[in-house]
């Protein structure tokens, strides 16, 4: 089956304690991408990768980190979490750049950070 | 940035065609619009998406105007599992970067 992968699904972890999220495709993607989500803000982007190596910030960048190693995977890496940083993220992916494929969402990952 | 303005919520009642509009005025010649929806918390649902013409599909109908300053998207036959929060979104001119806005909270009632 066709579909993005999150994990975990769940995470409650403490101030500055380093962690990443895994996001994994299986469609052969080269676009991936990062949201963040927060009442009455809406999905908020905050890195993308148009292919392997490739990597470019978002709207709100600061205090993630991301990797594009292999077309599949595109982790998200919060070095030093923060309880601003507390929200529920998703990683999408499509084939080619985002503007002319539809973009495939995971079913996200809720972080608290105390 | 190409943005785009929906309203905040809508009802539409069980079996009558929901209509969501949203306006995308600074939108460029060659951006696409997409229509997206999220039921609670889970990731966002591609419903359509067009450039030009108006566009059909086994989930919806999407309307652009010929100035393609805005647009509709109509679900036919709503039903209550279509209650749900609606994304208008154009990527921005010239990158790969994708503007959600807030949406619009679609309510079916019975």
């Known amino acids: 089956e066709a579909q993005v992968t999150q994990n975990p699904r769940y995470l409650i972890t403490v101030t500055g304690k380093k962690l990443t999220v895994t996001c994994s495709q299986n469609?052969?993607?080269?676009?991936m991408s990062w949201y963040r989500q927060d009442p009455g803000l809406g999905l908020r982007q905050i890195y993308y990768?148009?292919?392997?190596?490739?990597?470019d910030k978002g709207d709100v960048p600061e205090g993630y980190k991301v990797s594009r190693k292999e077309k599949r995977n595109f982790p998200l890496i919060l070095e030093s979490p923060s309880p601003n940083q507390t929200s529920l993220y998703f990683c999408a992916s499509s084939w080619g750049g985002a503007y002319n494929s539809p973009l495939h969402f995971g079913n996200g990952t809720r972080l608290t950070v105390t | 940035d190409a943005k785009t303005t929906q309203p905040t919520s809508m009802d539409c009642a069980e079996g009558r065609a929901a209509n969501l509009p949203c306006n995308h005025s600074?939108?460029?010649?060659?951006?696409?619009v997409y229509w997206y929806r999220q039921i609670h918390s889970q990731g966002p649902q591609y419903i359509i998406h067009?450039?030009?013409n108006n566009e059909t599909n086994e989930m919806a109908s999407l309307i652009i105007t010929e100035d393609r300053k805005s647009s509709t998207l109509i679900l036919p036959h709503a039903t209550l599992r279509d209650t749900a929060v609606y994304y208008c979104?154009?990527?921005?001119?010239?990158?790969?970067?994708?503007?959600f806005g807030t949406g619009t909270r679609l309510q079916v009632f019975p």
């Open positions: 067009g450039l030009k």
């Open positions: 990768s148009m292919n392997v190596e490739v990597t």
């Open positions: 469609m052969n993607h080269e676009y």
């Open positions: 979104i154009v990527r921005v001119a010239n990158t790969d970067k994708l503007i």
């Open positions: 600074t939108i460029s010649g060659n951006e696409y």
